[in-house]
């Protein structure tokens, strides 16, 4: 079929199969560069690691420079690899950006410089000023507006604080020159060479993760902004634009692809679901990291949750093009794995666990609440603690570690049923990458619990492709979503429920009974 297509194709970039994309992968702990072909297969990746910095605790920070920098050596390094393989850079005909969402940067407008490190996503600083801000008049309805509850998660939290306690930042403000991003708009304004090109942009995926955003026109909210007493015309805010498109991003202004434009950006999440290829109302997609991200599409108006979801942008890829997502966040998943691992001694590596779990037909009975810290969405119960039900003479260590995997299968269960009841679209099928995807007992489990097929991509690296995919579609590497649809096909697993429905539902039964039961052991 592709070979058909690329056949109809007349101009430069699509006549040949001979065409790449790049996409530059900045997440939390690490950045890359990874460059696809046309059939969506990386050819050639660079990855550094970067330093974490936490001056107290509960804060976490990123040098913003050295962010910077990792990405221009990753780009540096990928490509280095591309051409040793005997491929020419001209070929690479646009980069896209996916990125750490939430995590806030500040710099001064006339110079470009940070004026304090990356406040990243997971800090929680921000505790005591946010619930200040609970109680101030019409907090209730903050949501029906942006999509977020207020909590230390989105970026305004950060961005208070700041003003609050860096003289620095303070004074930029007053004199109209802070400029504020996520870390999508600070890569794409350094990388266009900051005061240079002025390139100051952020695409809907990040722009909805601030709080200043109105989830219907996907522009900035007059009553969102006044609502945290901030003056709109002290503060420079990045233009929000769609997520794939050929100008409004600019170009790399330096290094080894200097002149290539930047065409598509996502957050991660909402990037993962493009490179699951979540087109379509109803489609899903799980990443099974430390924690779990569930993004589940419900069209093309947002929905509001009343069942302790997020609302969110999946992409926007223009006119006829939009849709939203619901998001629901799971706090401990593969780190539930590191927990047997570490405290417990049960196997010496976490990819052993399901060997383990494997040696029983079943959990003997045991529920584990793996409420490490109180319990995420759909729940919502901070003073929930991780308690394991059921224990008797009989319980084996491989019951112990079915159960363990069982608890990230039954809470995305419980997401993805408040995600129906929200939406009104029944789920067709859940897409999933992650580490612990690779478990093949893990998600045959997930399929028999939610009773629908789970597909899992041979190629993972679908966070990256996501932000390929909508830099791509831009300069037309690929000419449209319908394009896209026989893309990390190839060697796909299908894992299909095996279990009887009323045995699911008695199981998951069981699980609800031992949430009610972890309630308020941390008072």
């Known amino acids: 079929m592709l070979a058909a297509i690329r056949n109809k194709m007349g101009d430069t970039t699509k006549g040949s199969h001979d065409v790449f994309v790049g996409s530059i992968d900045q997440g939390t702990t690490s950045t890359r560069f990874l460059i696809f072909n046309r059939d969506g297969e990386p050819v050639a990746s ?205 170009k790399l202004e330096s290094g080894v692809l200097k002149g290539v434009p930047i065409t598509g950006c996502l957050g991660d999440q909402s990037a993962a679901l493009v490179g699951q290829k979540g087109f379509t109302p109803g489609l899903a997609k799980n990443t099974y990291g430390t924690g779990c991200f569930l993004l589940y599409n419900v069209g093309d108006q947002p929905v509001f949750s009343t069942h302790g979801l997020l609302g969110t942008v999946a992409y926007d890829f223009g006119k006829g093009k939009r849709m939203y997502a619901l998001e629901g966040s799971i706090a401990v998943a593969g780190s539930s794995v590191k927990f047997l691992v570490d405290n417990f001694g049960f196997v010496e590596s976490s990819n052993k666990i399901s060997e383990l779990a494997s040696t029983v037909e079943d959990n003997g009975g045991c529920v584990f609440v793996t409420a490490f810290s109180g319990l995420f969405a759909p729940y919502w119960i901070d003073d929930a603690r991780g308690t394991i039900y059921g224990i008797t003479a009989y319980t084996q260590r491989g019951h112990l570690a079915r159960a363990t995997l069982e608890a990230t299968c039954f809470q995305t269960q419980a997401i993805l049923s408040a995600m129906e009841k929200d939406s009104g679209h029944k789920l067709a099928e859940l897409a999933v990458d992650g580490g612990m995807s690779n478990s093949d007992l893990c998600m045959q489990t997930q399929s028999d619990l939610i009773q629908i097929p789970v597909i899992r991509p041979k190629m993972r690296e679908t966070t990256a492709l996501g932000a390929a995919i909508a830099a791509g579609l831009a300069v037309g590497v690929w000419d449209s979503i319908d394009e896209l649809k026989d893309i990390n096909v190839e060697g796909r697993t299908v894992f299909k429920p095996q279990m009887e429905e009323a045995k699911s539902k008695e199981m998951f039964g069981r699980w609800e009974k031992a949430v009610q039961m972890s309630k308020g052991w941390s008072s």
Request: aromatic residues 10%; charged residues 25%; neutral net charge.
């Open 46 to 250: 660079h990855q550094i690691e970067f330093k974490q910095i936490y001056p107290q605790s509960g804060w976490h920070e990123h040098d913003p420079l050295e962010i910077i920098t990792s990405v221009e050596q990753c780009i540096e390094g990928a490509v280095k690899d591309f051409e040793t393989q005997g491929h020419s850079s001209a070929k690479i005909k646009a980069v896209g950006i996916t990125n750490q969402r939430e995590t806030t940067v500040v710099w001064d407008y006339e110079t470009g410089e940070p004026l304090y490190n990356a406040i990243v996503w997971t800090d929680t600083r921000t505790q005591a000023l946010i619930r200040k801000i609970k109680l101030r008049l019409g907090a209730d309805r903050l949501q029906e507006l942006c999509g977020l509850p207020l909590s230390t998660y989105p970026s305004v939290g950060k961005l208070l604080w700041l003003l609050e306690n860096v003289p620095k930042v303070k004074e930029a403000y007053e004199k109209g020159n802070l400029a504020f991003g996520t870390i999508d708009a600070w890569l794409v304004y350094r990388l266009n060479g900051a005061t240079k090109k002025n390139v100051f942009v952020s695409d809907p995926t990040n722009a909805s993760r601030t709080c200043f955003m109105n989830l219907r026109t996907l522009d900035y909210d007059d009553q969102l902004i006044d609502f945290f007493r901030l003056d709109s015309s002290k503060l420079r805010l990045p233009k929000i634009v769609q997520s794939s498109h050929p100008e409004v991003y600019g």
